[in-house]
């Protein structure tokens, strides 16, 4: 028998049931104990027996010394009501919805507004009751137990860390989705119960070990497989939880001098990780490929690999640009690839963007054209517009890139008071954006690899690299086939394709055209050599080439059609059938001498003919527009020889041709057969057209 006096009293029990109160607790240190196999008649103080040490060592005592200081668990008393006032109040008409919009997790607010708290209120917010009310009933089963077991610290920390790690998880793995719920911490929870079962079993009560260990496995099985086989439920969130919580819980098992300390800094980490994540939102945010979809009307997008912000979706940007846009603010990704029958230079494309927003924005102001690298190894060209959309300031930096027929435009889209924040996330993409050569260079190139040197695929091979931009190095590939096949039209014909699409720096074109005359009478190449002419600034030299070459093939439906699509007049002079403007004047329209004529159609075809009928013909336009000083003159009938070369002979369509020429005169941008003269007065002559009756 034990022999136990506390104060004046003294009971006398078993051994057995001087174990249970010991183990309850209900045996302080100081008491007086007397055990005559161990004391003999003597009474001792309680702590001073090894064997009431041990018994308070076990984990026995450690878990009834826990319940008796936090019985009744108030930690899980008070998030359960925490979460159940917060699900009462986004049910709230007018109230719910700011809850709601800002505490669920989402990458795009975590990452690109900072908003990190939603990375933790995700986890105390629900939106249907029977969510609520499964998620509480499992928390509160697991909370208990654990709090009773290791206290309200340990619990706190291993909950919100494995809601943070959940949500963590969940925003990188599932950017484009919004999530909110407790699941993350209650796997976190489920976790903690299962590992601690595992690995220290002799911690918990013996009564109390069917709720941790293997025995929580089923439950964990359990809800791993609902998780997976439901639509719309957040399993990423629920696995960083679980990792979380199996972590965190081997951090509180680990012995330790100070477990106070060891609290102290898992709350610090708590509080750390979401202030990290603010301080590198932009430079972490999750990236994802872009959709190809965008590209539906690209026809060499598999040369271009670029990416998008995972959290953004398939958009438009305020220029109507296809792109990826953020799903709350006015933030946008464009990139595009198109293909144009000829080169169009960035300072045009620019202007005709910039316009295009000007025309809905008015107000929109925009930066000079500088150089700007659009992508890793892509200079080019940029600007900013900026614009007010409902009082918030917009920007969007425009970037554009030629090679050949190809061009490469981005927009970043972005309010002005968040560019800068956002900077590194837009340099993020720039560097992942990848332009390869196109598809029909690589192929072309794949065959020049493996052997093959004959003319066609030199050709094919000089073509690609034209249309990419790389004029130089086509030039120089197609220059041997050319003098070995110097009268094939189909060999010039790629020839002047590639010169047409090279920029200043390429091999001069006129060398090309004299040569291309002389070598091959084939009229379709005449007829390139004219438009290579009109091209290269050398407009009034094709003009002319394409005057001699209507009187040497009058009617010709290809010269024809030639001169129809830069505007030039077809009119044929019946009697001889011979085009009007070599029959007569263009200052006079007096007709000119036979052996006038008959020299003109002498005259040999190449570039010093052009020149000369060039130059004939300008004087006599130059003549003829100074006419329009003379109030009595016909303006309609001026006009039409200086923009067509003969009297209107298709007067609505003639009427419209000069009315537009002189409107992009006045807009700064004239057409080629709009002298300086003309443009001087043409606002004047807009006017006096619009007062007189059509002819």
């Not at 009751?129 to 499992?138: D, E, G």
């Not at 990826?324 to 230079?345: G, H, I, Q």
């Not at 409902?390 to 920007?395: S, T």
């Not at 070995?484 to 390429?506: H, K, N």
């Amino acid at each position: 028998m034990v022999e136990l006096r506390i104060h004046d009293q003294v009971v006398s029990m078993s051994w057995e049931a001087f174990e249970r109160e010991v183990l309850a607790g209900r045996v302080p240190p100081q008491a007086l104990v007397r055990f005559e196999p161990v004391t003999e008649q003597s009474w001792v103080r309680a702590d001073s027996l090894e064997a009431f040490n041990e018994l308070m060592r076990s984990p026995d005592a450690h878990a009834a010394k826990t319940e008796r200081a936090l019985t009744p668990p108030l930690l899980t008393a008070l998030l359960v009501g925490v979460q159940v006032r917060l699900w009462w109040l986004s049910n709230l008409p007018g109230v719910g919805e700011g809850y709601l919009d800002h505490g669920s997790s989402g990458a795009a607010p975590v990452f690109e507004d900072l908003e990190v708290w939603r990375l933790l209120t995700m986890g105390l917010l629900h939106v249907e009751w029977q969510h609520l009310t499964l998620n509480l009933l499992f928390f509160a089963y697991l909370s208990w137990n654990m709090e009773r077991l290791l206290g309200r610290g340990p619990t706190a920390v291993v909950f919100f860390g494995s809601v943070l790690g959940g949500s963590l998880m969940s925003v990188v793995m599932t950017p484009y989705a919004f999530s909110l719920g407790a699941s993350g911490g209650i796997f976190g929870l489920l976790g903690a119960s299962v590992v601690m079962g595992l690995v220290q079993p002799e911690r918990i009560p013996a009564r109390t070990r069917a709720r941790f260990g293997v025995w929580m496995a089923p439950y964990l099985a359990l809800m791993l497989w609902s998780g997976f086989n439901q639509v719309g439920v957040d399993n990423w969130s629920h696995m960083g939880g679980l990792a979380t919580g199996a972590f965190l819980i081997c951090l509180f098992l680990l012995p330790a001098k100070r477990p106070q300390r060891r609290l102290l800094y898992s709350g610090a980490t708590l509080v750390g990780v979401p202030c990290l994540v603010a301080l590198g939102g932009p430079h972490w945010a999750p990236l994802t490929h872009a959709n190809p979809a965008v590209h539906d009307n690209d026809r060499d997008a598999s040369s271009l690999h670029w990416t998008r912000p995972g959290a953004w979706t398939p958009g438009v940007n305020l220029a109507g640009d296809l792109g990826f846009s953020s799903p709350d603010t006015r933030r946008s990704w464009s990139v595009t690839l198109t293909e144009s029958r000829e080169r169009v230079e960035l300072e045009v494309r620019a202007d005709r963007w910039v316009q295009q927003i000007q025309r809905a924005w008015p107000e929109a102001s925009h930066e000079p054209l500088a150089p700007r690298i659009c992508a890793p190894d892509v200079q080019g060209m940029g600007t900013t517009v900026r614009l007010t959309l409902d009082d918030e300031p917009l920007r969007l930096e425009w970037c554009g890139a030629l090679r050949g027929v190809w061009f490469l435009q981005t927009v970043w889209e972005v309010g002005d008071d968040d560019a800068e924040r956002l900077r590194p996330l837009k340099r993020r993409l720039e560097e992942r954006l990848v332009w390869h050569e196109a598809l029909d260079l690589q192929r072309a190139r794949a065959l020049w690899d493996e052997g093959s040197t004959r003319p066609k695929l030199r050709q094919m091979l000089a073509s690609a690299l034209g249309r990419s931009g790389r004029c130089d190095e086509a030039v120089e590939l197609l220059r041997p086939v050319i003098e070995a096949q110097p009268d094939s039209p189909a060999l010039w014909l790629s020839m002047f394709d590639i010169l047409d699409l090279g920029d200043e720096d390429c091999a001069a074109p006129a060398t090309w055209w004299d040569r291309a005359l002389k070598a091959t009478p084939a009229l379709p190449v005449k007829l390139r050599v004219a438009q290579s002419m009109m091209e290269h600034d050398e407009w009034w030299m094709g003009v002319a080439m394409l005057d001699l070459l209507w009187g040497a093939h009058p009617g010709d439906y290809t010269v024809r059609n030639a001169r129809s699509a830069v505007g030039l007049s077809q009119t044929m002079d019946i009697a001889v059938s011979l085009p009007w403007g070599l029959m007569y004047r263009l200052d006079s329209g007096a007709q000119r001498p036979e052996d006038e004529v008959e020299r003109m159609q002498a005259m040999p075809l190449g570039t010093d003919s052009a020149r000369q009928w060039a130059a004939r013909t300008q004087t006599e336009r130059g003549a003829r527009i100074q006419t329009l000083n003379d109030p009595d003159s016909d303006p309609w009938a001026v006009l039409s020889i200086a923009c067509c070369g003969a009297p209107p002979e298709r007067p609505q369509g003639d009427r419209s041709l000069i009315q537009n020429g002189l409107q992009r005169a006045v807009n700064g941008t004239p057409p080629p057969w709009v002298t300086n003269d003309l443009q001087a007065i043409a606002p004047d002559l807009l006017a006096r057209l619009a007062a007189e009756a059509s002819p």
